[in-house]
């Protein structure tokens, strides 16, 4: 598992944007899953950093045979950390596989 890419500022807030590009190639059966801050954006004791973020991931990705799988286990899991009605801000979560 590898992190791609770094984070880019919210957009239609600032009068500038931060952006930036990562290329990666992606063979068969490897899975792409972008989100949105509302993912780790809880407060303690549910903080989630990237390294505990990661953590669900690979869980999440373990033996998945869809994306909708891995999707449906990491929303599962984030639910159990911090239900999406108890927090503050929006998730979203993009689960991408390529096909073998």
Do not use: C, W
């Amino acid at each position: 598992m590898s992190t791609v890419g770094e984070l880019g500022s919210l957009l239609g807030l600032l009068p500038e944007l931060k952006l930036g590009t990562a290329s990666v190639a992606l063979r068969p059966g490897d899975t792409s899953i972008l989100y949105t801050d509302g993912v780790t954006d809880v407060p303690p004791p549910n903080d989630l950093d990237a390294d505990r973020l990661n953590l669900l991931v690979q869980r999440a990705a373990e033996g998945a045979a869809s994306a909708e799988i891995v999707a449906d286990r990491l929303g599962r899991f984030l639910h159990e950390l911090l239900p999406v009605a108890r927090r503050n801000d929006d998730v979203a979560i993009v689960v991408a596989r390529v096909a073998t």
